[in-house]
């Protein structure tokens, strides 16, 4: 019945006439299955698993053996996230993940690197029933093998003789989000883990206030590509650097890159200037670990406003964390002068970036582009990037330099 259901999904997104396509054959085979006596709530269930599996693939590689509910897989981190993360319990043996979920970091931590890793034993421990259940099926999936899994409230479970915890507080309650920072257990509780095991990661949401972390903790913030995923929480006895940012696939054979530093003081005190030739927008894990200037001095750059993230150069660099971008103009920032330089250019698509201004950004992109058919096919794809310079509104003209 799931083979049938997943059938359904099985084309890749946008064949087959795109949803409508989908929900006829969706429907079809629903009747099919009903019509040879399968309950319509098994049915339902069935379609609901591969539909799951089918959004999951992005996520994990064997997707299509596994088993999600719509808010575990929400929650549930990236394999290349999570393993990454469980590089950090290397040579550690016994392990407890707590609030589990559906195993996504389970998976990780039972079976990653490989082989090596085999004579490590995993307790995991949630209050749903079916999270647990999935949690252990899938990571039996991924062929893991001393697993324990234990139905109780986190709180309950006495850690002595284990080499580390790993623990996801939940960020929903049923089906409503909590509330920025908020998450169950409290952090605050998280944190008092080292008391019983000293080898301690927690998973957060990335806009975490890091004022209420402690200070022999490292704070990782995590992107995978340009979108900002989570921030994770490493206990003196895992962590290496005060902050750390991670671009996911950014090395050389999709390998997460790191970048790792003091945090920026609360004003820059880097250096400063005009703009160079070329323009980096640094990854949001750069800047939300604060590793701006960190970044700066790698790449040899310095910021255009001492409030802003921009960093610029003379010399183009390369780095996977940052978008690098050719300076082809700047100007104060004004509408019509930006839109008479835009007409002159012959552009052939516009993007717009915007950082240290307040303002609409699709807004702007009429007011700059007011007719679509004012594109050049073949033109260069421009970026307009709104930002401030010595505090001053201020536009930069630019076009794409990465290879």
């Not at 082989?115 to 999270?131: N, S, T």
């Not at 257990?185 to 301690?200: D, K």
Request: contains cysteine; positive net charge; glycine residues 10%.
């Amino acid at each position: 019945m799931l083979a049938a259901a997943s059938a359904v999904y099985a084309e890749a997104p946008g064949a087959g006439g795109g949803a409508a396509a989908v929900a006829g054959r969706e429907l079809t085979a629903g009747a099919r299955l009903r019509a040879e006596g399968v309950p319509a709530d098994l049915v339902a269930a069935a379609f609901s698993q591969a539909e799951l599996r089918q959004r999951a693939a992005v996520k994990f590689t064997l997707a299509d053996r596994m088993f999600f509910t719509r808010a575990g897989l929400e929650q549930a981190s990236s394999q290349a996230a999570a393993e990454h993360r469980a590089s950090r319990f290397a040579g550690l043996r016994r392990l407890a993940d707590l609030c589990a979920g559906i195993g996504g970091d389970a998976v990780a931590l039972a079976t990653h690197p490989g082989p090596a890793f085999a004579a490590r034993e995993l307790l995991l421990v949630d209050r749903d029933p079916v999270h647990l259940w999935m949690a252990a099926y899938n990571t039996s999936v991924h062929g893991a093998g001393r697993v324990e899994a234990r139905l109780a409230d986190v709180r309950d479970v006495d850690l002595a003789g284990f080499d580390g915890a790993f623990v996801d507080p939940a960020r929903r309650a049923g089906a409503r989000r909590l509330g920025s920072g908020a998450s169950e257990p409290p952090l605050p509780w998280c944190f008092g883990l080292t008391s019983q095991v000293p080898a301690v990661a927690v998973k957060a949401a990335p806009g975490l206030d890091v004022a209420g972390v402690p200070a022999d903790w490292e704070i990782e913030f995590v992107a995978d590509g340009r979108d900002l995923k989570e921030a994770v929480l490493f206990s003196a006895a895992l962590a290496s650097a005060p902050r750390r940012a991670t671009v996911l696939g950014g090395g050389d054979g999709g390998r997460p890159v790191s970048l790792v530093g003091v945090p920026d003081p609360p004003q820059s005190t880097g250096r400063v200037g005009a703009p160079g030739g070329y323009l980096y927008d640094p990854s949001p894990a750069v800047t939300r670990a604060g590793l701006v200037g960190e970044l700066g001095r790698r790449l040899d750059a310095w910021q255009i406003d001492p409030m802003i993230a921009f960093l610029t150069s003379d010399e183009p660099v390369t780095s996977p964390f940052a978008r690098r971008l050719r300076i082809d103009a700047e100007l104060p920032f004004d509408v019509r002068r930006l839109t008479a330089a835009l007409r002159v250019r012959g552009i052939g698509s516009l993007e717009i970036r915007r950082r240290g201004l307040a303002g609409d950004v699709e807004t702007l992109r009429r007011r700059l582009l007011p007719r679509r058919r004012d594109l050049v096919p073949g033109g260069p794809a421009v970026t307009v990037v709104m930002t401030r310079m010595r505090g001053e509104p201020w536009a930069l003209l630019c076009t794409t330099a990465d290879s």
